[in-house]
C-alpha cells in the first residue's frame, strides 16, 4: 500500500470561498460575448468588455477561478525563469520586447485595479530572483540579464539573496509583485456582477459554432453569441490543432508553515538547474507559508507520489518548516515557440478567439491575453497582438521540436493500445490505491476508496484515445498525451477533453 502522503490534497489559495452568484444557463439567454473558461484570463477579459459596454456571460465547467488559477504560485512578474535570451534568438528584439512590454504592462494593470478598487488580495511588491546554485551557470544568467536588459526590464546580477542556503548568483528582477489569486478574482467577480455580467459555473461547453450568431452549446442549453472568447488552458476546441502545439507540463506544489517567528521571503525566487524549485511565501492565518512548487513533468508519465515526497525532502531539509499543510497539482501548456497562442481559433476564424499556452508564468500572461482579445474585439489596435497571433507559423526551431512531441504521443497512443498497462486484478489494489487492473479480459482503471469499494471506469481518454495513467498523489487519472484528467469517478478535471470516462461495472 502506498504511504499516506502529507498535508491535506488542497491548493491553499482555493481555501478563500469564490463569492460570485452563480447562475444555471437555460434558454433564451443571448449575449454579446461569450467567454468559455472562469479563470483570470476569461473574468479580465470579460470585464474589459463589460467595462466597454458589451453583454458577457462567463460559461465555467467547475467553478469559478478555481482551477488553473487557483492553483498557481500568484507570482505577478515579468521575470519568467530563463526566457529573454531565447525570444530574441526566436523572435529577435522587437518579438522579444513585445512580450516583455505586455507582461510589464499586466503587471501595471493588476497593480492599478488594486489600487483603485483597493483589493484586498495581499497584493506586494517584491523582487523576483533566478538563482543558480552552481558556478556553471552563470553565464546563462549573465545572457539572460543582458537580453532582460536590452529590453528595459530593471534586471540586475547579485551574489546575495534571503534565502537560507547559498547561491552561486541570482538574476533580481525590482519591482515584481504577488498576490492572493482568489481574493484578486472576488473583487473582478464582483465588479462583473455590478456590470451585469452573467456568471454560470457547473456549466461545461462540448461545441462552439462560429457564424454570423456564434452558438455555444453546452450539455443543457445553447446560448448565441456574437463573438466567442475560449479560454480554457486548453482549447475544448481540437479545430486549431493547439492540442499539438503546446505541451502539457504538470507540477506538484507544497505551502509549509514556516518556523515560530520565521519572517516571510522577501523575494519571490525560482530555480534555474535541475530540479527546479519555484518559491514565495504567503500570508496564513498562524503565520507565513512557504509555497513551492516542483520541477515540471508530463501528466501521466511519473510517479507523482514519489515527486511529492521528495519535494517535501527538499523543503524540510533546507528550511526551518513546522509542518507541511497543503499539497497540490497544477498544470499548464507550453507553446512549442516560448510566446502564448491568443487570437482567431483558425485563420478563418470570424468571431471565435482563444489564449493558451501561458507556461505556468499565468498571472501576467492571462492578463496580457485577456487585454489582446477585448482589444481585437473592440476594434482597437494591439502592440502585441502579432508577436503573441494564434496561427502563426512556427518558425524551424520550434517546428523540430514540435514534431519529437507528436512522434512521443504518437508513441503512447500506440504503446497504449498494443501492450497496455494492465496489471492483475482489482484484488490487488489496497484502499487508497488504484492502478490499470484486467476484468474479464478488459483492461479497467480501478480505484479503491477508503471504505474498500472499487470506482472502475474506461482507461481510454476521450479526448483522442490513449491511455490514462494513474496519479497517486491526486487520486486522479491523468492522460500523458494532452493532459486531460479525470477524477476516481471519471468526471472530467482537466480538457481538452470535455467528455467524462465512462463508467466499467
Ligand atoms: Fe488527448 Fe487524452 S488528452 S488523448
Same mark, same amino acid.
Given at each position: 500500500?502506498?504511504? =499516506? ?20 444557463? $437555460? ?168 456590470? $451585469? ?86 500570508? $496564513? ?95 482597437? =489596435? ?100 494532452? $493532459? ?22
Amino acid at each position: 500500500m502506498t504511504a =499516506p502522503l502529507p498535508g491535506r490534497l488542497q491548493s491553499f489559495w482555493n481555501e478563500a470561498a469564490v463569492t460570485a452568484p452563480p447562475r444555471r444557463l $437555460g434558454d433564451g439567454e443571448r449575449v454579446d460575448v461569450a467567454v468559455v473558461g472562469g479563470g483570470l484570463c476569461g473574468l479580465t477579459a470579460a470585464l474589459l468588455l463589460a467595462r466597454a459596454g458589451r453583454s458577457v456571460a462567463v460559461l465555467e465547467a467547475r467553478r469559478l477561478g478555481q482551477q488553473v488559477t487557483g492553483h498557481t504560485t500568484a507570482k505577478v512578474t515579468v521575470q519568467h525563469g530563463l526566457i529573454y535570451a531565447d525570444l530574441m534568438d526566436t523572435f529577435g528584439e522587437a518579438g522579444a520586447r513585445a512580450y516583455a512590454d505586455a507582461n510589464r504592462a499586466a503587471l501595471d494593470w493588476i497593480a492599478s485595479a488594486v489600487r483603485d478598487r483597493q483589493i484586498a488580495c495581499d497584493f506586494e511588491r517584491k523582487p523576483a530572483f533566478a538563482y543558480a546554485e552552481r558556478d556553471d551557470s552563470l553565464s546563462r544568467l549573465e545572457r539572460e540579464r543582458d537580453a532582460a536588459r536590452k529590453l528595459g526590464l530593471p534586471v540586475s546580477l547579485d551574489r546575495h539573496t534571503d534565502l537560507p542556503f547559498p547561491v552561486a548568483a541570482a538574476l533580481r528582477f525590482d519591482d515584481q509583485a504577488q498576490f492572493h489569486p482568489i481574493k484578486y478574482l472576488n473583487a473582478i467577480l464582483s465588479e462583473l456582477s455590478e456590470r $451585469g455580467c452573467r456568471l454560470f459555473e457547473d456549466t461545461r461547453v462540448i461545441d462552439v459554432d462560429d457564424g454570423n450568431t456564434c452558438r455555444v452549446t453546452t450539455e443543457t442549453a445553447t446560448l448565441p453569441a456574437a463573438e466567442v472568447i475560449v479560454a480554457t488552458n486548453l482549447p475544448i476546441l481540437d479545430r486549431g490543432g493547439y492540442f499539438a502545439k503546446a505541451t502539457p507540463q504538470r507540477h506538484i506544489m507544497l505551502a509549509a508553515r514556516l518556523a515560530e517567528g520565521a519572517p516571510p521571503l522577501a523575494g519571490m525566487y525560482i530555480s534555474v538547474e535541475a530540479p527546479s524549485r519555484s518559491l514565495r511565501t504567503a500570508t $496564513g492565518a498562524g503565520g507565513p507559508l512557504l509555497i513551492v512548487v516542483g520541477e515540471a513533468f508530463k501528466p501521466g508519465r511519473r510517479d507523482t507520489a514519489e515527486l511529492t515526497r521528495s519535494l517535501e525532502g527538499w523543503v524540510t531539509s533546507r528550511f526551518a518548516v513546522r509542518s507541511v499543510d497543503y499539497r497540490w497539482g497544477n498544470q499548464d501548456y507550453f507553446p512549442i515557440d516560448r510566446v502564448p497562442y491568443v487570437g482567431r481559433l483558425l485563420p478563418n476564424s470570424r468571431h471565435v478567439r482563444i489564449a493558451t499556452g501561458f507556461q505556468a508564468w499565468g498571472m501576467t500572461n492571462a492578463t496580457a491575453a485577456a487585454m489582446m482579445l477585448a482589444d481585437d474585439i473592440l476594434g482597437r =489596435p494591439n502592440p502585441w497582438a502579432e508577436t503573441f497571433r494564434s496561427t502563426r507559423i512556427h518558425v524551424s526551431a520550434g517546428g523540430m521540436r514540435l514534431l519529437k512531441e507528436n512522434l512521443d504521443v504518437a508513441a503512447h497512443f500506440v504503446k497504449g493500445h498494443t501492450i497496455g498497462s494492465a496489471e492483475g486484478t482489482p484484488e490487488r489494489l489496497s484502499p487508497g490505491d488504484g492502478g490499470i487492473v484486467r476484468v474479464e479480459g478488459r483492461a479497467v482503471a480501478a480505484y479503491r476508496d477508503g471504505d474498500g469499494r472499487l470506482h472502475a471506469v474506461s482507461p481510454v481518454c476521450t479526448h483522442m484515445g490513449c491511455h490514462v495513467h494513474w496519479n497517486a498523489a491526486e487520486q486522479s487519472w491523468d492522460c500523458p498525451c494532452h $493532459g486531460s484528467r479525470f477524477d476516481v469517478d471519471g468526471k472530467v478535471l482537466n480538457g481538452p477533453t470535455v467528455r467524462p470516462l465512462p463508467p466499467r461495472a
